[in-house]
């Protein structure tokens, strides 16, 4: 079951002016920057209340960031839900007939377990659901 709005994702070209705007915009810096090699990411979070912004940068051009800033330009990515349980999310997901685009949890920035919910099933916006690694 979906607990709340976890993060928000936003692909940028470049995370160091990014950083900039958003800690100038949220009046903090980012409290983690990190690279997610197996996503072809870097990453920063600023924390808003009981949510975050993620800022995602290529780090390579063969990304799927790259790609989707290639295609749609810089912009909101995706919407990130947290659950209690990815696993029984991801199955219950499917058999309402969601196309989950990761056969299994991978690991993702900021400590968590993520997959993805395709957007042609979830009218356009791609859904990430997180869950922390403990």
Same mark, same amino acid.
């Given at each position: 079951?979906?607990?709340?709005i =976890?993060?928000?994702g936003?692909a940028?070209?470049n995370?160091?002016?990014?950083?900039?705007?958003?800690?100038?915009?949220?009046? #903090?810096p $980012?409290?983690?920057?990190? %690279?997610?090699?197996?996503?072809?990411?870097n990453t %920063?979070?600023?924390? !808003?209340?009981?949510s975050?912004?993620?800022l995602l940068?290529a %780090?390579? $051009? /063969? %990304?799927?960031?790259?790609?989707?800033?290639?295609?749609?330009?810089?912009g909101?990515?995706h919407i990130?839900f947290?659950?209690e #349980?990815?696993?029984?999310?991801?199955?219950?997901l499917?058999? =309402?007939?969601?196309? +989950? +685009? /990761?056969?299994? $949890?991978?690991?993702?920035? #900021? /400590?968590?377990w993520?997959?993805?919910?395709h957007p042609?099933? !979830?009218?356009?916006?791609?859904?990430e659901?997180?869950?922390?690694? !403990?």
């Amino acid at each position: 079951m979906v607990k709340k709005i =976890e993060h928000i994702g936003i692909a940028v070209k470049n995370l160091k002016q990014a950083n900039e705007v958003y800690q100038q915009l949220l009046g #903090d810096p $980012p409290y983690k920057i990190e %690279s997610v090699e197996s996503e072809g990411v870097n990453t %920063s979070f600023f924390q !808003t209340g009981a949510s975050k912004i993620e800022l995602l940068e290529a %780090s390579h $051009p /063969n %990304s799927a960031i790259a790609k989707f800033i290639e295609k749609k330009g810089e912009g909101i990515h995706h919407i990130a839900f947290a659950v209690e #349980d990815i696993k029984a999310e991801m199955e219950r997901l499917k058999k =309402e007939g969601f196309k +989950i +685009i /990761n056969e299994h $949890p991978i690991k993702g920035a #900021d /400590n968590q377990w993520v997959c993805f919910v395709h957007p042609k099933d !979830t009218k356009g916006v791609l859904i990430e659901l997180c869950q922390k690694i !403990t």
